[in-house]
């Protein structure tokens, strides 16, 4: 028996470290200098991975990634030179000469190889677009000049834009059509087409860091768009009550941004009075958010305006958490809310907000 658990427990600690591999590279560079050392980083945060000595121009780097991970490879005797590799936990070999760079070559990982392909299309298209941007920005007027650097700009845009997609298309499991993506993500129209092309690919390439940079900018830019969910949300109100924007479901609500300090708010007030006393018999509220600072001035603002609705505030001034959730920039501003909490519309003012209640609201 005793035999039997050892036998069993021997099984438990090969497969635990089958699970926890590791990454290796062993690498062969010419021209490195004896002593010197090799590391590897994480592109992303610095973080450095594995260090390893170098006798002979080999090293040897051993370390673990969650993930497969765009990795830059340096070396303290060469330190102009840094090669990219994007690996996973596996072996890999790198072979080369310091003094031919671009001709260093990594074996051992396809998923380096599937970067290569990426890359090899990536960078002139990239490379065109940096050398652009600042002959643009030169020319400070709208000239025949500027317009024409500028369509030249959009034109390679829209090539670099159709690489991605067309790679991503031929790579669907792949995680680097994950990292190619996120790469070109700002140069999108909008979430909406970023989101698209990245919801057509397979499970297996929706893992790890580069799908959730994805899914969280695409989130983020959604946040107060019209066609998107409200962001749920609790702030106080002038009694140190909770109040929860989901308490209101069922409900078209206005969610007013506003201040006692802000003047053209003031003036807006007796429109959005208007619109509540108007409407507020049939399911429709205002929830008012105040970036104000001074309680005593926001409780008299209330009074005087007669708002006569659900107000709260942190009293943190532009540092209102419910306006930097929504991304609120300057004030008045609104959000109108659907019974089931989906953005409706946007910076409805005077006649527009009444005209929007009225075809709703029937």
């Known amino acids: 028996m005793r035999k039997l658990i050892i036998y069993t427990l021997a099984l438990l600690i090969a497969f635990q470290s089958a699970i926890a591999a590791d990454f290796s590279v062993n690498g062969k ?67 080369g000469d310091l ?11 396809v998923l380096h190889q599937t970067y290569e392909k990426f890359r090899v299309q990536f960078a002139p298209l990239k490379d065109k677009l940096n050398a652009i941007v600042p002959l643009i920005q030169a020319e400070t007027a709208q000239t025949p000049k500027r317009d024409s ?24 499991a792949s995680v680097i059509s994950s990292f190619a993506l996120f790469a070109v993500g700002p140069l999108f129209s909008g979430p909406q087409e ?20 994805i899914v969280k900018s695409v989130g983020d830019a959604k946040i107060g768009q019209i066609g998107s969910m409200a962001t749920e949300f609790t702030q106080n109100d002038q009694n140190g009550k909770p109040i929860k924007l989901s308490s209101f479901k069922g409900k078209y609500v206005l969610i007013d941004f506003w201040a006692s300090w802000c003047r053209p708010c003031r003036q807006e007030n007796p ?12 399911n429709f509220t205002v929830l008012g958010v105040s970036l104000d600072q001074d309680k005593n001035s926001w409780i008299q603002a209330i009074a005087t305006d007669k708002l006569t609705w659900t107000h709260v505030s942190d009293l943190k001034y532009w540092n209102n958490e419910v306006a930097q959730l929504y991304r609120i920039q300057s004030i008045p501003a609104n959000l109108l809310i659907d019974p089931t909490g989906k953005i409706i519309g946007k910076d409805l003012r005077g006649e527009d907000l009444l005209q929007k209640l009225a075809a709703i609201l029937k």
Do not use: H, R
């Open 194 to 213: 970023l989101e698209s092309t990245y919801n057509t690919l397979e499970p297996a390439a929706k893992k790890g860091y580069f799908s959730e940079m």
């Open 99 to 109: 003094a031919a760079p671009d001709q260093i070559k990594l074996t051992g990982s």
């Open 29 to 95: 560079i010419k021209g490195l200098t004896n002593g010197s050392t090799a590391t590897l980083k994480n592109v992303f945060n610095g973080q450095a991975l594995a260090t390893g000595n170098i006798a002979d121009g080999a090293f040897v780097l051993k370390g673990t990634v969650n993930e497969g991970m765009l990795l830059q490879l340096s070396f303290s005797a060469a330190p102009q030179i840094n090669i990219e590799m994007f690996i996973g936990n596996e072996a890999v070999v790198i072979e």
């Open 149 to 172: 650097l500028i369509n030249l700009y959009n034109s390679y845009k829209q090539v670099l834009l159709n690489e991605t997609v067309g790679f991503a298309n031929a790579n669907p």
């Open 271 to 282: 429109n959005v009075v208007a619109a509540y006393n108007k409407y507020k018999l049939k």
